[in-house]
């Protein structure tokens, strides 16, 4: 079965990359090593189009609130080539307005917008968790065949620790400027436990700005290789975001081994089902977060718990919707 992917998406591919741009490329990557051709980004989906023939069958992923490609999907459909728009959703806009309560945010409604349109004509859809697709199909009314693919890790990279440190190094990943990552309740939380007199560090990457906080540190941004080595001196990653879609880092400190402290919402129980080393709390009530920060740097019984996925068992799993999709199509 000859299979083009085409990653159609105006984001940014290279480093440093966010969770979105990294699905993108590891996805990608691995399904390259499958055998499959790939072409990742705007421009290079439109180069391929001299080279597609009607043997083959195009799949189109959409990623974010891009808009749908239209003249690119016609292009497709003058050529005689099967075409399958599959969206991959990695939660919803819709989801994270109601979670950080955005009501008013003309940006999100232009989003939203978009996302709408494009669950109207997808063909099938790709979910990063069952949550991305209940909203999908109650916000958006995608009525298409889906399947959730959660993200993965580099298993050759995040290998499982052999210990916990002792250092009471709490990290902290992602866009601290981003209201839906709970920043300020998070340096709140930080603040009451180190004026209890216990010593902390929340070492964030790439940064927090507008703090002098001794126990504060921005360490700028980490690749995969730099990130394990904090995983190596840290005591826990901390997650407390007031909406998640399936956080890469997540997987990666599963795969490690390394102790979660996570926001109690559906989605991280779902990505932490099974796992030992997670810790949940209330993302809006700063006295939970630091109750929880506390109790874990306090625990002398912490172990390394690892619980790997790979992106080549994730490519598998796609590469299996894709046949499936393509012979209900030709059935």
């Known amino acids: ?57 195009a ?39 109601i979670a950080c309560r955005e009501y008013f945010s003309p940006a999100g409604y232009r989003s939203l917008l978009k996302e709408f349109k494009i669950a109207l004509r997808a063909n099938a859809a790709v979910c990063v968790s069952p949550l991305a697709e ?60 180190a004026k209890k007199g216990t010593r902390i560090i929340l070492s964030a990457v790439p940064g927090i700005s507008n703090t002098n906080s001794n126990n504060i540190e921005s360490l700028g941004p980490k690749n995969s290789f730099d990130l394990y080595k904090l ?6 990653l901390i997650l407390g975001s007031l909406y998640e879609g399936d ?14 402290l996570a926001s109690d919402l559906p ?6 089902l099974n796992y030992k080393n997670s810790y949940f709390f209330n993302p809006r009530n700063t006295d939970a977060i630091a109750n929880q920060i506390e109790s874990l740097l306090a625990d002398p019984n912490l172990k390394p718990c690892s619980l790997a996925s790979s992106w080549s068992n994730s490519a598998k799993k796609l590469l299996n919707f894709y046949s499936q999709q393509i012979a209900a199509q030709r059935s």
């Open 267 to 272: 989605q991280m129980r779902y990505a932490l």
């Open 1 to 57: 079965m000859d299979i083009v992917v085409l990653q159609y998406t105006e984001l940014r591919t290279e480093a440093p990359l966010g969770g979105v741009e990294m699905h993108i490329n590891k996805v990608s990557d691995a399904l390259e090593r499958l055998g499959l051709k790939v072409a990742v980004g705007k421009t290079a989906c439109e180069s391929q189009l001299p080279h597609i023939t009607k043997n083959q069958t």
């Open 59 to 97: 799949v189109v992923h959409l990623h974010g609130d891009c808009a749908v490609p239209r003249k690119f999907l016609e292009s497709l459909r003058q050529l005689g080539i099967p075409t399958f728009l599959m969206p991959v959703y990695h939660g919803t806009t819709a989801g994270r307005m």
């Open 134 to 193: 209940q909203e999908a199909r109650r916000y958006y009314f995608l009525r298409c065949p889906t399947v959730v693919i959660e993200n993965a890790a580099d298993v050759e990279i995040f290998r499982p620790l052999k210990a916990i440190s002792e250092e009471p190094r709490i990290l902290f990943i992602g866009r601290s400027g981003d209201r839906v990552k709970n920043t300020d309740r998070i340096l709140e939380a930080v603040s009451q436990v």
């Open 231 to 236: 995983f190596q001196s840290s005591r826990a």
């Open 247 to 260: 956080p890469i880092v997540l997987h990666e400190a599963k795969s490690a081994g390394l102790p979660i």
